[in-house]
């Protein structure tokens, strides 16, 4: 079991995470929040990077911050700036990050060779990374992650830049691994991680605004959601008193979904909430046009 308390950071007098709690066992938590929520900040403090400004994260009750050699162990870390050597092909890259690792040679080739097939890779095995395309590349990054068969497993917004196909093996892929780790990964897209996390973290400005399931997320935001249709000169108007989940131009006029408490227009009916939905009445953000 991982646990975060009381975590705290400061970048001078700015704070980018407030008194943090949480838990996260085996399995995908899907840690949601728009820029700037402390997410990397996050990731960083939980993959040993950074330090934190107050409180800790403790891994069967051991604070990483005091042996984050031992930690880094049982880690796997994929960050959002994940830059790969374009000349390598796959194997050299990963060859090498399993030495910087500290892996046995004997072990590593054999690791390597495990997580290509795995990860669809033995075919290019041989090319050069600079010829991949973003998922392929991302691949590379979740097997460098995987080196080590980390217990707990971290990737920070890992499906920027994919295409939406990647994106679905991508989640397949995470789906796969999550079985006995813990994994966290980072996202402001909510499709994402609609399918494939038990726990939600929604996090603004520092704060863990919501720690709790897809199903709890969405039944909170029942009876909050509307379906309206209204001319393309009544849209600014919508936008700027509702929060605006989607707007989609028909024949018949702007139908949007509102986000309000009561029924925020005459002729407005009431809808299903989607994740999408509950996440922005959750962090207030506004989402719309056309
Ligand atoms: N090294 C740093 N020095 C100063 N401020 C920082 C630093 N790193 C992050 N911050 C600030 O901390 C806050 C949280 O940033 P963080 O990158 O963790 O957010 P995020 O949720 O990951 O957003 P994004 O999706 O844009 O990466 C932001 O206000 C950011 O400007």
Known sequence: MLAIQHLTKQFGAKPALRNIHLTFRPGVTGLLGPNGAGKSTLMRILATIDQPTDGGV????????????????????????????PNLSATEFLSYMAAMKGLRPKDAKRRIRELLEILNLTHTGKKALGGFSGGMKQRVGIAQALLNNPKVLIVDEPTVGLDPQERIEFR???????????????????????????????????????????????????????????????????????????????????????????????????????????????????????
Not at 58 to 85: E, S
Not at 172 to 198: F, G, K, M, Q, Y
Not at 279 to 289: A, F, P
């Open 58 to 85: 403790f891994y069967h009750g051991q604070n990483i911050a005091k042996k984050p050699n031992v930690f880094r162990q049982i880690l796997g870390y994929l960050p959002q700036d994940f830059g790969v050597y």
């Open 172 to 290: 397949n892929l995470l789906v796969t691994l999550a079985s006995d780790r813990i994994i966290i990964l980072s996202t402001h897209i909510v499709s994402d991680i609609e399918s494939i996390a038990p726990q939600i973290v929604v996090m603004k400005a520092g704060h863990v605004l919501a720690d709790t399931t897809p199903e709890q997320l969405i039944q909170e935001a029942e009876g909050k959601i509307w379906q309206a249709i209204v001319s393309i000169s009544q849209l600014p108007e919508m936008q700027q008193q509702f929060l605006v989940s989607n707007a989609i131009q028909r024949a018949d006029g702007i139908h949007l979904r509102l986000i309000a408490d009561r029924k925020p227009i005459l002729g407005a009916n009431p809808i299903e909430p989607t994740l999408e939905d509950a996440y922005l009445l959750k962090t207030g953000e506004k989402r719309g046009g056309v």
